[in-house]
């Protein structure tokens, strides 16, 4: 199957509402180049995902996108990645089958010899259930309820975005200040 029907199958997934899970000892690993593309999947991640190596390697990670994942939080994460720091989130991705999985993800920039970023490194982790459950289930819902109100998409995800942000400044807190208190 060719690169681009691979992704027209993929777009083209319905999610079943069925969980997948990995165990905890287990990482899911992907690499990218700079606009996204994934140049290198672990076991894990194929296994998890229900894709052979040659058909995620060279597709935009985006192949795996849920549709409940709020595009202002993919946001967040390129805006804090072009800023070359890492970043830690939760996500919701989607496995070939339509089934759909939760990570507790870790991205950060990977740079050449010479300093430069040369492309982005994600480890993923079995996530914190109560948390997913509790706090970032609802989250994303308001999230994507307010994209959802848009006609057009990108002042969907700004808007959720500057909830987002409004969310952080009632609380005092930065992203990642959030993030890690939602684990314990």
Not at 53 to 63: A, F, I, Y
Not at 99 to 106: I, Q, S
Request: a positive charge; aromatic letters at 10%.
């Amino acid at each position: 199957m060719s690169q681009a029907a691979i992704l027209e199958r993929a777009i083209n997934i319905v999610p079943s509402g069925k969980e997948a899970f990995f165990d905890k000892d287990e990482f899911i690993v992907s690499k990218t180049d700079l606009k996204g593309r994934i140049t290198y999947v672990n076991r894990v991640f194929m296994k998890v995902a229900g894709y052979q190596e040659h058909e995620l390697l060279g597709q935009p990670h985006s192949l795996i996108r849920h549709p409940a994942m709020p595009r202002a939080v993919f946001k967040l994460l390129w805006d804090t990645l072009a800023e070359k720091k890492e970043i830690f989130a939760y996500v919701v991705n989607l496995c070939k089958n339509g089934d759909h999985y939760w990570v507790f993800a870790h991205v950060t920039p990977s740079y050449d010899s010479s300093g430069n970023v040369n492309g982005y490194h994600s480890n993923r982790r079995v996530p914190n259930r109560k948390v997913v459950q509790d706090v970032i289930e609802p989250l994303y819902a308001q999230l994507l309820q307010e994209e959802g109100r848009h006609s057009n998409r990108k002042d969907g995800m700004n808007s959720a975005f500057s909830i987002l942000v409004g969310l952080l400044k009632q609380k005092g807190v930065s992203y990642d200040e959030l993030i890690f208190s939602l684990k314990s």
